[in-house]
């Protein structure tokens, strides 16, 4: 079955808008896990918008499932990780003015600083995946420069407006993901996937793992943590 990592960052992000000790992205991820996450996963951006570095500390002294920290190649980022030693880091792009991350990571252009991540991250033991998008070039870089995994980025498909639109993105994603398999990568797949399009997804062979956040978050809100995650848990199930 694929599995399911959940992303509480707009837990924190509710708790920094008042900058409150409460909602705790902590007990969220406790609550994930009782409702079936097969993991947690977190973004630590550079100017700390939700996620803060006591979360991670303590995030990898609770999760009893997997820990991945998303996170860009920034040196004081880098070395958080390697001192927390999560159990996988996904490297992704990262602006200050964006209020979510906007497409993949070039790995193709920034080959030696992503190079010398990979090398610092697994040299902890640490599974290194690379955010990118559904481009050849860009999986192969990933195999050359010795990622782990690749996190396929799904926005394309899930701001698709039409049912042409989104049968042409499908398309670049089946085959990103052979492309991947063929080279021996690992493949996860993230970003706006909800309850109503992460169906198709589901279809695609040779994916191991989707990363959703912000729509169980939100129906959490309304439902609870625990019963959010495992109605997108049924969902993965049914597949």
């Known amino acids: 079955m694929i599995r399911l990592g959940v992303n509480i960052d707009h837990v924190a992000t509710v708790r920094q808008a008042r900058r409150a000790p409460e909602p705790d992205p902590v007990a969220a991820a406790v609550l994930a896990t009782l409702g079936g996450a097969d993991g947690i996963t977190v973004h630590l951006r550079e100017d700390?918008?939700?996620?803060?570095?006591?979360?991670?500390r303590l995030l990898?002294?609770?999760?009893?499932?997997?820990?991945?920290?998303?996170?860009?190649?920034?040196?004081?980022?880098?070395?958080?990780?390697?001192?927390?030693?999560?159990?996988?880091?996904?490297?992704?792009?990262?602006?200050?003015?964006?209020?979510?991350?906007?497409?993949?990571?070039?790995?193709?252009?920034?080959?030696?600083?992503?190079?010398?991540?990979i090398h610092r991250l697994q040299a902890k033991k640490i599974h290194v995946s690379l955010?990118?998008?559904?481009?050849?070039?860009?999986?192969e870089a990933c195999r050359a420069l010795g990622a782990d995994a690749i996190e396929i980025q799904t926005a394309s498909y899930s701001e698709?407006?039409?049912?042409?639109?989104?049968?042409?993105?499908?398309?670049?994603?089946?085959?990103?993901?052979?492309?991947?398999?063929?080279?021996?990568?690992?493949?996860?797949?993230?970003?706006?996937?909800?309850?109503?399009?992460?169906?198709?997804?589901?279809?695609?062979?040779?994916?191991e793992e989707l990363n959703i956040g912000h729509s169980i978050v939100s129906r959490a809100v309304l439902v609870g943590m625990e019963r959010a995650v495992r109605e997108m848990k049924e969902i993965i199930s049914r597949r």
Not at 51 to 56: K, L, P, S, W
Not at 132 to 139: L, M, S, T
Request: glycine residues 4%; aromatic residues 4%; charged residues 30%.
């Open 48 to 56: 700390r918008r939700h996620i803060q570095d006591r979360d991670v």
């Open 60 to 117: 990898r002294q609770v999760v009893t499932t997997r820990l991945n920290l998303e996170m860009a190649c920034y040196a004081e980022i880098v070395a958080i990780a390697c001192d927390v030693v999560p159990d996988e880091a996904t490297l992704v792009p990262e602006k200050r003015q964006e209020l979510t991350t906007e497409g993949g990571l070039d790995v193709v252009a920034n080959k030696n600083v992503v190079a010398d991540t």
């Open 131 to 139: 955010f990118i998008d559904p481009d050849f070039r860009q999986i």
């Open 160 to 207: 698709a407006k039409t049912l042409e639109q989104r049968a042409e993105e499908l398309t670049k994603l089946r085959a990103a993901t052979s492309r991947a398999k063929e080279l021996d990568l690992h493949v996860h797949m993230g970003h706006g996937l909800n309850y109503w399009n992460v169906q198709p997804i589901l279809e695609i062979p040779g994916v």
